[in-house]
């Protein structure tokens, strides 16, 4: 499992790339396996539902074992399953890009990362950056697990 101040890293490192891309105010959130918020930060300015959107993203992460990227693609190829599977989550799973699994050195689920106040495709690289900064590894990384790992 992910600790305390590995999380804060992971949103340190996000916040700081943010700031040198002149990112909008972002918002950060890393969660535990089984969805529970390890740690959370939300810049000034940031709009106030990011902490909802950010949880979600990192949600639909755990929830799918796939980047938010990845579910976001799902739900316009299956609306229908998506909605279902929403649903199923009490709404919690938000399909939109900056949603990464985080994984140790073995490529095992520590932990998600959700990043949301920019664009999607900005989210997402974000989060890849925190990750793999900070020592982890994110999906791309873990292609020599196969199956276990979800690219597409």
């Known amino acids: 499992m992910i600790t305390l101040s590995q999380a804060n890293a992971v949103i340190a490192a996000i916040l700081a790339r943010g700031r040198e891309l002149d990112c909008r105010p972002l918002a ?3 969660v535990e396996p089984g969805s529970v918020v390890k740690a959370f930060q939300k810049e000034d300015h940031g ?3 990011r902490f909802e959107m950010a949880y979600g ?3 639909a992460a755990l929830a799918l074992g796939r ?3 990845l579910v976001r693609i799902r ?3 299956r ?3 998506m909605e279902y599977l929403i649903k199923a989550s009490d709404d919690r799973i938000f399909p939109e890009g900056g949603g990464r699994l985080i994984r140790d050195s073995e490529g095992q689920v520590i932990g998600a990362v959700g ?3 920019d664009t999607q495709e900005r989210d997402d690289e974000l989060a890849t950056h925190g990750i793999r900064v900070c020592g982890f590894r994110a999906d791309e990384d873990c292609a ?6 979800r690219l597409s």
């Open 28 to 30: 950060v959130v890393v």
């Open 47 to 49: 709009a106030m539902l």
């Open 57 to 59: 993203k990192a949600y």
């Open 67 to 69: 980047s938010s990227n």
């Open 75 to 77: 739900a316009e190829e």
């Open 79 to 81: 609306p229908l399953f």
């Open 115 to 117: 990043v949301t106040g």
């Open 144 to 149: 020599d697990l196969g199956g276990k790992v």
